[in-house]
């Protein structure tokens, strides 16, 4: 599967953002699908999931400001987030659960910053 995120970009803290992540390849709706991120420095770790069944779960530090969705029609999964810290700014990626290590895209940049 090709996976491709987008929708980053510069905002201001307590600001939002929606990232959207298409994927290509084969069927998408059947896997359970990751938002990960990494900031500089650190290690990449898994902030949303949600299950092939449209279940979700986060990560403690993003628990009510982000949201993660799926249209199963589009091939596509959506990151919502909101009330953005400063700590949430990394390179945002996204991929199956588990991941796939062939899977990985470029990834999308999200600053944090006033």
């Known amino acids: 599967v090709q996976l491709q995120a987008s929708g980053g970009g510069l905002v201001q803290p307590g600001g939002s953002l929606r990232l959207s992540c298409a994927a290509s390849?084969?069927?998408?709706?059947?896997?359970?699908m990751g938002w990960y991120r990494q900031a500089p420095g650190k290690l990449r770790e898994l902030v949303a999931r949600?299950?092939?069944?449209?279940?979700?779960i986060y990560a403690d530090s993003v628990k009510g400001r982000f949201t993660v969705s799926r249209d199963n029609a589009r091939n596509t999964v959506y990151l919502q987030m909101n009330s953005l810290k400063p700590e949430d700014m990394a390179v945002y990626y996204c991929?199956?659960?588990?991941?796939?290590?062939?899977?990985w895209g470029q990834g999308t940049l999200v600053t944090v910053s006033s």
């Open positions: 390849g084969r069927i998408f709706s059947i896997n359970d």
């Open positions: 991929n199956m659960y588990p991941f796939s290590v062939g899977s």
């Open positions: 949600i299950t092939s069944g449209g279940s979700t």
